[in-house]
T-cell receptor, first 111, second 114 residues
C-alpha cells in the first residue's frame, strides 16, 4: 500500500514534443507529491511538487496534473529539449516526511 | 537556496575497512536528514532517518550496526559504513528536510569496495 507505481519505464520523445510520465498510488495518507530529476552520477533535484488539494500546478515547461479520486498524478514536460534527457522520479510523502519513490522513468529527447 | 553537499563524492576502499560520508546543509538548518542508497538503474531506497541530537531510525532490513548515522548538528549528518564489503558498493545519497517539508538532496557519494 506504500508503493508508488510509475510508468513508462523509458520514454523517447522528439525535440519540441510533450513528455508525459504517470504515477499511481493507493495510500490516501500521502500528502505531498514531488517530482525529481536525476542526471547520471548526480543526486535528484526537485522539479515541481503538488499537494492533494490542488488539481494542477505549472512551473515553466513542467506541469503536474493530480487526480485525487483516481489516485493518480502525472508530469508533463512541454517543448521537451535534449537537455531534459534524464531519469525522472515521482514520489509521495507520508507523515513523518518519508518519501516513497516510483521506479523511475528514463527520458531521452531526440534532437 | 536549499543546497546540500556531500563529501567525498567518490571513495574506493578495501574490504573490511570503514568509510565515513558527510552530508551538510549549506544554507538551511535541517533538523531531519535522510540517507538513501541507489543501485545502478534503480530507484532510491531509504536507509534511515536521522534527527538532530537523537538516534537514527532505520528502515526494515538495514543493519544499524553496519551503517552508523550521526546527526550532531543542524547542518551535518554522517554515515559510516563499517567493515565494508563489495556488496556495500553503491551510490549513497543524503537529503535534508527544508522549507515546507521539502527534501533537498545532496549530489551523492559513489562507494566502491574492492
Amino acid at each position: 500500500q506504500q508503493q508508488v507505481k510509475q510508468s513508462p519505464q523509458s520514454l523517447i520523445v522528439q525535440k519540441g514534443g510533450i513528455s508525459i510520465i504517470n504515477c499511481a498510488y493507493e495510500n490516501t495518507a500521502f500528502d505531498y507529491f514531488p517530482w525529481y530529476q536525476q542526471f547520471p552520477g548526480k543526486g535528484p533535484a526537485l522539479l515541481i511538487a503538488i499537494r492533494p488539494d490542488v488539481s494542477e500546478k505549472k512551473e515553466g515547461r513542467f506541469t503536474i496534473s493530480f487526480n485525487k479520486s483516481a489516485k493518480q498524478f502525472s508530469l508533463h514536460i512541454m517543448d521537451s529539449q535534449p537537455g531534459d534527457s534524464a531519469t525522472y522520479f515521482c514520489a509521495a510523502k507520508l507523515r513523518g516526511n518519508k518519501l516513497v519513490f516510483g521506479a523511475g522513468t528514463i527520458l531521452r529527447v531526440k534532437s | 537556496g536549499a543546497v546540500v553537499s556531500q563529501h567525498p563524492s567518490w571513495v574506493i576502499c578495501k574490504s573490511g575497512t570503514s568509510v565515513k560520508i558527510e552530508c551538510r546543509s549549506l544554507d538551511f538548518q535541517a533538523t531531519t536528514m535522510f540517507w538513501y542508497r541507489q543501485f545502478p538503474k534503480q530507484s532510491l531506497m531509504l536507509m534511515a532517518t536521522s534527527n538532530e541530537g537523537s538516534k537514527a531510525t532505520y528502515e526494515q532490513g538495514v543493519e544499524k550496526d553496519k551503517f552508523l548515522i550521526n546527526h550532531a548538528s543542524l547542518t551535518l549528518s554522517t554515515l559510516t559504513v563499517t567493515s565494508a564489503h563489495p556488496e556495500d558498493s553503491s551510490f549513497y545519497i543524503c537529503s535534508g528536510l527544508g522549507y515546507l517539508d521539502t527534501q533537498y538532496f545532496g549530489p551523492g557519494t559513489r562507494l566502491t569496495v574492492l
